[in-house]
């Protein structure tokens, strides 16, 4: 059954990096159907701000295996590569608040500073925290965190809570190269595209806390946020370029929509399983259910 939530909003967000695989289909297809299923609009937005991990024509092979798979997105694609005098003036909206400042860390020097003082890994110490800004050189800008714990309810994975301080410290915005942050850039994007929900890889459940803490600074509304179990091969890795997970076959798309929604826990008529897309969407729009989704972080898949 159709349940229509007016002003609904998804939307998929692919980064460039190479074609569209199994495992990114599954964030393709989760939301796509969330939004098909409260008759809301989903919205296509190529995530393109590290333009040194994009590969050339990935974007439009990422578009053209959506359109053979039957997903229809509404206006057009967002590229984040062409945004970033807006990513600048949010930047210098934070610079007025003084909730960034500039950092001119190395790596290097990061990891020194963690290792002598025995600190947590993969925490940024604070050391430019309260030193006064100087002017060039290369500089990265980074965020203030709180102290507060951040937490929200995720309908599969359940309630998720981080204190910043203690998961990430004070995080780049833009990177001493010039290029801005996934972070700031979604968003940015997500609260200009209007998205009232996001649903997305579980890979990216700990980046969330990050994105509502920016959003509040911002004055922006926070979306929903759903976090689907992401496919994992035999040995527990996610399926990506770099475990060489195949590209879509973008001849048969039929079967591996099919194989998709099982992975989601839908149960689709095995007499749909050779069906074209259009068929599975009609049934899948009508019947999809996120309290089928299994409410777990990964799933293991078997090669096909
Ligand atoms: N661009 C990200 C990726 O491809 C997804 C980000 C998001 O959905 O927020 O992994």
Redesign the pocket.
Known sequence: MIDQVPGYRGRF???PTGPLHFGSLIAAVGSYLQALHHQGDWLVRM?DVDTTRSVDDADDAILFALEDYGFEWQGQVMRQSERGAIYESVLAQLKELQQVYPCSCSRKQIQARIEDQGLKPGIYPGTCRHKPSTQGGQQAWRLRVGEESIGFDDPLQGHFEQKLTESVGDFVLRRADGLYAYQLA?VVDDAEQGITE?V?GCD?LDNTPRQIYLQALLGYPRPNYVHLPIAVNAEGQKLSKQTRAAPLDRKRPGPVLWRALDFLGQQPPTDLESAPPRELWAWAGENWSLAKVPPAPTITISPS
Do not use: I, N
Request: glycine fraction near 0%; avoid cysteine; hydrophobic fraction near 50%.
């Open positions: 967000a692919p980064s995530e979604v996001v997305r990216l």
